[in-house]
């Protein structure tokens, strides 16, 4: 029995859940009054009671579906370069992915302590969900340009991923100076809230970047081969080549 899964879908789910995950502990933390209603870190709109509880829930589901399209994006590449045997594409993909996998190690650390209980856990694994993760995006932008054969790649496409990561790295930087600014300020609130309002842009540009590959992913399937012999002996195996070519549309 064959299950296909269209993996363009995966980037919208992404998309939509870093919406949840930023706004519903932003609601309940305001609510409760653990933070103003203004432009709080994203971090410290997660840090007490359910908004917490709420925080790592919803940050721990966006890493799984970062990991899933990071998994795509490899496996697509990995076929392109399959068929033309290619050992540069093999080395730069093994070691991009790598790279998007290190963010999202970040990206746990985030979700699983909080700033207020573990402010030097939590600050580590932002530097590696942002610095890292723009980082592999960035590779991803630079990538792109010699994956020319891969159906639904234009030229278009490759100009908005390298504005994207351009002012990834511009958001990253401002949000990195702006803090230490502010902790060097004594505590001043409006150089606070220029800080939050950088970080809450870098981070669904970051996000919104895994859109532009929507074009790609549509003209490939996830195929998951299940053995129905070896179902009925409570085994079950996975196709491990599961993204196959299924033609430009």
């Known amino acids: 029995m064959i299950y296909y899964i269209k993996p363009w879908i995966y980037p919208i789910i992404l998309a939509i859940e870093m919406i949840f995950a930023c706004i519903i502990p932003y609601l309940k933390s305001t609510h409760d009054g653990d933070v103003k209603k203004d432009f709080p870190y994203i971090s410290d709109t997660g840090n007490k009671g359910i908004s917490a509880s709420a925080f790592s829930l919803l940050f721990n589901i966006y890493g799984f579906l ?96 390298i504005v994207m990561s351009v002012l990834q790295f511009a958001f990253l930087l401002g ?45 490939y399937d996830w195929r998951i081969q299940l053995d129905e012999t070896n179902i009925k002996s409570n085994k079950v195996d996975i196709n491990s080549d599961s993204i196959y070519n299924v033609g430009s549309k």
């Open 66 to 161: 970062a990991f899933i399209n990071i998994t795509i994006r490899f496996e697509q590449i990995k076929v392109n370069y399959s068929y033309q045997k290619s050992r540069p594409r093999y080395i730069v993909n093994i070691i991009t992915t790598v790279v998007g996998l290190i963010s999202l190690s970040g990206m746990a650390l985030v979700s699983t302590f909080q700033v207020g209980t573990h402010e030097g856990v939590h600050n580590t694994g932002a530097v590696l969900a942002f610095g890292v993760g723009v980082s592999y995006l960035a590779m991803q932008s630079l990538f792109s340009f010699f994956l020319k054969d891969i159906p639904g790649s234009n030229i278009i496409i490759n100009i908005i991923r």
């Open 175 to 219: 949000t990195f100076i702006v803090t230490i600014q502010y902790k060097q300020s004594n505590s001043d609130l409006s150089i606070k809230r220029k800080a939050a309002i950088l970080e809450w842009i870098l981070a669904f540009l970051v996000s919104f970047y895994f859109l532009t590959f929507i074009p790609e992913f549509r003209h």
